[in-house]
């Protein structure tokens, strides 16, 4: 698998869009780019994931470059809940990955009033 | 949330001592997973299992032993705990497809061994 870069914190005020970004350079053409997060004590969420094309759900939207050697997740109205580790991952989401997924450090997003 | 239930949720015990941590899914999901969490690793893959009787090793297996004889039921033991092995244990299920990767976590398992 790919391995990942991320900030390891950004802060970000209440209401305002939080924009996390994530390098992956050595990413290849059949791996995908995977969000999770993980409040505080709990088990990690999934949030998003894509290949190519910009992808949003209700949580989040992921924009990726056209080279696919990055990619920003953005929360676009961030509330005190959304205060996490965000991880960023880049897997194989085929043959025998398996859901063998490999968190990093991630980014601690802090949202403050 | 995905019906994942992890028990014990808290377990203090010795070193030298078995432990089996239980987790038990309702979701009929083909594929579980156990990880550890420690301060400055992040989560660690253990074990996975692909289905009722198949597992294999992650990245952190030595010590660690799992089961899985039925598809909701996916066993964790640490046949002589060492104090090495006081971690967060977190277990996982995802199901087969295009979106495989999406893991449903528990709320896991705090272990002290002393």
């Known amino acids: 698998d790919a391995k990942t870069t991320q900030p390891t914190s950004m802060d970000c005020a209440e209401g305002r869009a939080a924009n996390l970004p994530c390098n992956h350079s050595t990413i290849s053409g059949n791996e995908y780019v995977y969000w999770y997060r993980q409040i505080h004590s709990q088990g990690p969420q999934y949030i998003i994931h894509g290949l190519k094309n910009n992808e949003t759900n209700e949580m989040a939207s992921l924009i990726i470059t056209e080279d696919r050697k990055s990619s920003t997740l953005i929360l676009p109205h961030a509330t005190l809940r959304d205060t996490a580790v965000y991880y960023c991952?880049?897997?194989?989401?085929?043959?025998?990955?398996?859901?063998?997924?490999?968190f990093g450090q991630g980014t601690i997003l802090t949202v403050h009033p | 949330d995905a019906g994942i239930t992890q028990s014990p949720r808290h377990k203090v015990t010795e070193t030298g001592t078995p432990v089996t941590l239980r987790c038990h899914q309702t979701?009929?999901?083909?594929?579980m997973y156990w990880y550890r969490q420690d301060p400055g690793h992040g989560l660690r893959l253990i074990h996975y299992?692909?289905?009722?009787?198949?597992?294999d090793k992650g990245e952190v297996s030595d010590g660690y032993s799992v089961s899985r004889s039925k598809t909701e039921d996916f066993l964790l033991t640490l046949e002589s705990a060492t104090s090495s092995q006081t971690s967060v244990y977190f277990c996982a299920i995802s199901e087969a497809g295009r979106g495989y990767m999406e893991l449903f976590f528990g709320s896991g398992t705090q272990l002290s061994v002393l």
């Open positions: 299992s692909y289905g009722v009787k198949d597992t």
């Open positions: 979701e009929n999901h083909r594929y």
């Open positions: 991952i880049v897997t194989n989401a085929g043959g025998t990955s398996y859901g063998k997924l490999t």
